[in-house]
Nanobody, 121 residues
Framework: VQLQAFGGGLVQAGASLRLSCAAS????????MGWFRQAPGKEREFVAA????????NYTDSVKGRFTLSRDNTKNTVYLQMNSLKPEDTAVYYC???????????????WGQGTQVTVSS
């Protein structure tokens, strides 16, 4: 399984971005998918995750109400809609697959290469 994340960029505070993560192969609904981010000098942190069928989602407190996760299993793709972006959202964002929805990065077996999100004030 390979993952490709894209959609990052440089935006001003208050703007929106939509990240996508496409999985190769017929992953379909076999895996939950999560997003993590890592800012310079900081540890990688959990952002959001969605269950295999998209029924359940989980968000870290700092993005609740601003970020929305969805998935299209027919396209093996998960989308992270990020609204009202803040400078503290600046990080490299990684998508990953796990057998079940989880917040612990150790639960995720497959990782994408990351996409940079930079939010200027």
């Amino acid at each position: 399984v390979q993952l490709q994340a894209f959609g990052g960029g440089l935006v001003q505070a208050g703007a929106s971005l939509r990240l996508s993560c496409a999985a190769s192969g017929r992953t379909g609904s076999r895996y939950a998918m999560g997003w993590f981010r890592q800012a310079p000098g900081k540890e990688r942190e959990f952002v959001a995750a969605i269950s295999r069928l998209g029924i359940s989602t989980n968000y870290t407190d700092s993005v609740k109400g601003r970020f929305t996760l969805s998935r299209d299993n027919t396209k093996n793709t998960v989308y992270l809609q990020m609204n009202s972006l803040k400078p503290e959202d600046t990080a490299v964002y990684y998508c990953a697959l796990a057998p079940r929805i989880a917040t612990d990065s150790a639960e995720y077996a497959y990782w994408g290469q990351g996409t940079q999100v930079t939010v200027s004030s």
